[in-house]
């Protein structure tokens, strides 16, 4: 069942008119175009002692983060749970396993990939 929007929907919908989003700001010698600043900084008065943690300089000692550079090969059923939890078609799903096939995120053994119908 499809659930989009059809022609026969869209002349229905109604969108709320927001001024604020309608009309333009008016921009003069008294109100110039706010610029950009060319360097952001964080102001450490506003930023509670330990609220900010720098890059590479905490340590959780429950978090492993060995595996992360690993690359997680698919085996059959974890690719047939993916395709029926994402609802794909057959020619969708033969696409995606020919897709991580190519990028090797598939196991070699068992390469043709079969779809259950449902």
Known sequence: MNMGLSRKKKDRLQYPCISSTIQLVPHSADMPIPDAPKKYEIVKDYVEKGEFIGSGTSHDPDFEAGYLNELHRL?????????????????????????????????????DYRVQNS
């Not at 395709?83 to 995120?105: F, I």
Request: net charge positive; hydrophobic share 35%; aromatic share 6%.
């Open 75 to 111: 085996n059959k059923a974890e690719l047939s749970d993916l395709v029926r939890y994402l609802d794909l078609p057959k020619q969708k799903a033969k696409l995606l396993a020919s897709k991580l096939l190519q990028w090797n995120s598939t196991p070699t053994k068992g390469q």
